[in-house]
């Protein structure tokens, strides 16, 4: 079968410049959409076809579509920096459509090729790289890559139609402070995802399962919450949509890859910009009776959270149900914004990329 070519109907009415600066000068995160979408349509026996980018609406969805039922879903979070010459880049998109590929298998989907995923991203940000904030700070595109099952009917099995789309989002700050300390929940009777489970798809159903939990450390003053594993309930694992580092005085843990959490793009960059920094970093298994009793020790030094959305983001005060205690003294750690500096200023161009993750369109 061969990869579809992405026809362009760009739309004829897209937001005039005056409303989209205004909009690029407080964007949020996932407030605002920009002109255009990409779609992609998968049939068995067909393939991947029909690939177009057309003007950002919403979709007509038959109320039997198997997704609605059955949530076979899988998502991307990737984003486009301005560089200070004015051109724009993505980072490491080839991760997002391989983790994209790895996510489709685990919910029996079909596996989206590497150059059409880069390739729809490249489409839809080339249309509507006005929507690119200026460079400077941390804002960027947010591109917003997913698949739905497409099928109508309700019997229970893999579906036999699909669709792929590309939406963009410009973003700010994912958190209002910026890089203010954030508050943890730690949660001890619910878990995020099982072994042989989802937890290393990225796929709604998870964080779905998440929302209980997260409205739960709403109400002890917490925006994140932090999961322990299925099976002993003492090993830390990820928040509900980020992954955790551990910085101690010689060096940097990040909890394994277990198979119910997921393989953060972010997480994975650290672990490589850590080393570059002089900073020796791991994957390991940290309790959390070893995490309370290091930082009220001192020998943990810092904790922080990382994703694309958020970026990094340190963590201030952890909350339990047994009480609570404070890391680094609820301000950002040294390491940690050195760690956040250096990615950034890669994403954005400041910095030379000499592990080859920015990509310029093509």
Same mark, same amino acid.
Request: charged share 25%; glycine share 10%.
């Given at each position: 079968m ?13 937001l005039?410049?005056?409303?989209r ?5 407080d ?23 029909d ?9 007509s ?11 076979q ?6 984003k ?6 004015g ?7 080839? *991760?997002?459509?391989?983790?994209f ?18 390739g ?7 249309q509507?790289? *006005?929507?690119?904030p200026?460079h400077?700070g941390?804002? #960027?595109l947010?591109?917003?890559p ?7 009917g309700?019997g229970?099995r893999?579906?036999n ?17 910026g ?7 730690? #949660?001890e ?7 042989? $489970? ?6 709604g159903?998870n964080?779905?399962a ?6 739960e450390?709403?109400?002890?003053g917490?925006?994140q919450?932090?999961?322990l ?17 551990f910085?101690y005085?010689?060096? %940097? ?32 298994? %940290? ?12 020998a943990?030094?810092?904790v922080f959270?990382?994703g ?10 952890v909350?339990?149900?047994? $009480?609570?205690?404070?890391?680094? $003294? ?33």
């Amino acid at each position: 079968m061969t990869t579809p070519t992405i026809e362009l109907k760009p739309s004829s009415h897209p937001l005039s410049d005056a409303e989209r600066e205004a909009i690029l000068t407080d964007p949020g995160f996932g407030r605002h959409f920009t002109d255009h979408m990409v779609t992609i349509k998968w049939t068995e026996g067909r393939g991947w076809h029909d690939a177009e980018l057309v003007p950002y609406a919403p979709l007509s969805i038959d109320p039997a579509n198997m997704t609605l039922h059955y949530a076979q879903e899988i998502f991307e979070g990737l984003k486009a920096y301005r560089r200070p010459d004015g051109s724009v880049v993505t980072f490491r998109p080839d *991760a997002n459509a391989r983790r994209f590929q790895a996510s489709a298998r685990r919910l029996a989907m079909p596996e989206l090729p590497v150059e059409l995923f880069i390739g729809a991203c490249d489409a839809l940000v080339q249309q509507d790289k *006005a929507w690119v904030p200026e460079h400077g700070g941390e804002s #960027s595109l947010y591109l917003r890559p997913f698949m739905i099952a497409a099928e109508v009917g309700l019997g229970v099995r893999p579906a036999n139609e699909y669709l792929f789309i590309v939406i963009a989002s410009p973003a700010g700050a994912y958190f209002p402070g910026g890089v203010e300390p954030v508050s943890i929940w730690l #949660s001890e009777d619910r878990v995020r995802a099982v072994p042989g $489970g989802m937890g290393d798809a990225k796929t709604g159903g998870n964080y779905a399962a998440s929302l209980l939990a997260q409205a739960e450390a709403a109400t002890h003053g917490c925006a994140q919450v932090a999961y322990l594993d299925a099976v002993e309930h003492r090993w830390v694992e990820e928040l509900g949509g980020m992954n955790l580092y551990f910085v101690y005085e010689d060096h %940097i843990v990040t909890p394994a890859l277990t198979g119910s959490l997921l393989a953060g793009i972010t997480r994975d960059s650290l672990l490589r910009l850590a080393e570059d920094l002089g900073h020796p970093s791991r994957e390991g298994r %940290i309790s959390i009776e070893q995490w309370r009793a290091d930082t009220e020790s001192g020998a943990l030094k810092e904790v922080f959270a990382c994703g694309t959305a958020a970026v990094i983001t340190p963590v201030g005060t952890v909350k339990t149900k047994d $009480g609570e205690w404070e890391q680094s $003294g609820g301000e950002p750690g040294e390491v940690t914004m050195k760690l956040r500096k250096a990615l950034l200023d890669i994403q954005t161009g400041r910095a030379e990329d000499v592990h080859g993750w920015t990509h310029e369109l093509g």
